[in-house]
């Protein structure tokens, strides 16, 4: 099959920037290489050519400003058999005019047919445009089904995943000397860390671990809290929140430490710092990729009961869910809890291991991608035997032994 992925107009592919959309598409385009040709549309970036060929795919990359048109033409001059689109439904349409006889499918990472970013009008055609519709998380799903009722019948949960090759999980020799070289790098040997990875922004929660930090360090002088982010992926400018959580760490001096964004490539072991590491987010997360991050890396998590989070972290198997999200208690009771526990906290991190190795590495996320792709292809004369299918969603496969919490 020719196929041809095509990345929001944000940050480029690969993922030189950072992106959950961008680090996916890294993972699983060497396996959907393999006897297909493959085209990675993106948008320029400064550190990469406009075009080249690489591992065997065609990366094209557009500036911004003109990024759908770009594109729309260069699909009008070349077929595809499959054109995936990720997270921009109005684009989409737009595409399928200017290349009408390829078969078109749509992945959403966000709530991309929330009211306040697409019409009725243009949600409706969109969802006509595409063969299939591709959520990273049920509570994705239900939110589009829930306004577009025609969706259901087209669209089916694909979960993420991560490249398993890239995380040495704590306990093995490798993920320790990792875990002491950063240690030592940052100042905080022999130290209890917790650990926040993601963009600095309100939504995300991080001022509630450092509201938390007051009362932790009562129980636990000897923690830490590790805040890895920039506000932005690839910026580490000042903005008004990033100067409200400055300030609120102050009185805890060495307790709370801010790394600024890290590059994709060393996410892997930034996770090996840490004893926990917390999900703090306050909005509804479509389903944050941290979560297997942190489960390859062999970390125990916790996460707040928000949005798609709960589909891949299950209580007292591999994670601990807060339910009172925006309440520094529950932050401070249940870290608390982690770090005076480590038996527990270390059988949710082989748990958690265990489970993305089953469930969640790329190979299997483009396994599934590559059935979709093969379905939609086909003539569109097996149709309404596609769409029954489509009522199986392969779920994650969770054990059965959860610990007493």
Same mark, same amino acid.
């Given at each position: &099959? ?7 107009e ?5 993922a ?12 699983? %385009?060497?396996?959907? $290489? ?29 500036? $911004? ?6 594109i %729309?033409?260069e699909?009008?001059?070349?077929h595809?058999?499959?054109?995936? /689109? !990720? ?10 005019e ?10 959403l990472?966000?709530?991309m047919?929330?009211p ?30 829930g ?14 995943? /991560? ?11 490798e993920?320790? %000397? ?7 790098m940052?100042?905080?040997?022999n ?8 963009r ?8 509630l ?7 932790i360090?009562?129980?636990h ?7 890895a982010?920039?506000?932005w !992926? ?7 929140? /990033? ?6 760490a ?7 430490l ?28 479509p389903?944050? +990729?941290?979560h297997?991050?942190? &489960? $390859? %890396?062999?970390?125990?998590i ?16 591999n ?14 009771h ?5 770090l ?14 265990? !489970? /993305?190795?089953?469930?969640h ?21 097996? +149709? $309404?035997e ?15 032994r959860?610990?007493?919490?």
């Amino acid at each position: &099959m020719k196929l041809a992925l095509i990345c929001t107009e944000k940050l480029p592919s690969p993922a030189v920037k950072g992106g959950a959309i961008q680090i996916m598409i890294d993972g699983i %385009a060497p396996f959907l $290489a393999k006897g297909n040709e493959l085209t990675i549309f993106s948008v320029t970036d400064e550190m990469l050519p406009d075009r080249e060929v690489n591992n065997n795919i065609r990366y094209i990359r557009f500036p $911004a400003e003109t990024y759908p048109d770009d594109i %729309a033409e260069e699909l009008s001059r070349h077929h595809f058999d499959v054109i995936h /689109v !990720f997270n921009r439904p109005k684009h989409l349409i737009k595409y399928k005019e200017a290349a009408p006889d390829s078969r078109f499918v749509l992945s959403l990472h966000n709530d991309m047919f929330n009211p306040g970013k697409i019409s009725d009008q243009l949600g409706e055609k969109a969802i006509r445009s595409a063969e299939r519709l591709m959520t990273v998380s049920q509570y994705i799903k239900d939110t589009i089904d829930g306004r577009f009722p025609d969706a259901a019948g087209k669209t089916q949960v694909i979960y993420s995943g /991560v490249d398993l090759d890239r995380y040495s999980s704590t306990g093995t020799s490798e993920g320790e %000397a990792i875990r002491h070289r950063l240690r030592q790098m940052y100042g905080i040997e022999n130290k209890k860390v917790i650990l926040f990875v993601g963009r600095l922004s309100r939504a995300k929660g991080p001022h509630l671990l450092i509201k938390a930090m007051k009362y932790i360090i009562k129980d636990h002088p000897d923690a830490v809290l590790v805040i890895a982010g920039g506000k932005w !992926f690839s910026d580490n400018g000042m903005n008004q929140y /990033v100067r409200y959580l400055h300030r609120l760490a102050e009185p805890l001096a060495d307790h709370v430490l801010f790394t600024g964004y890290v590059p994709s490539e060393q996410i892997p072991d930034i996770y090996l710092m840490a004893d926990v590491f917390v999900c703090s987010s306050q909005w509804q997360e479509p389903l944050a +990729r941290v979560h297997y991050e942190a &489960m $390859a %890396a062999g970390i125990p998590i916790i996460t707040t009961n928000r949005g798609g989070n709960p589909e891949v972290i299950k209580h007292g198997y591999n994670g601990l869910i807060i339910n009172n999200f925006n309440r520094v208690s529950a932050f401070v009771h249940t870290i608390s809890y982690v770090l005076s526990n480590s038996y527990t906290a270390s059988i949710l991190a082989l748990n958690g291991r265990k !489970f /993305v190795e089953k469930n969640h590495q790329f190979q299997h996320v483009a396994a599934r991608l590559l059935r979709v792709y093969r379905e939609v292809h086909q003539d569109g004369s097996n +149709r $309404a035997e596609k769409m029954v299918r489509l009522e199986s969603i392969e779920e994650p496969v969770f054990q059965t032994r959860f610990i007493k919490i």
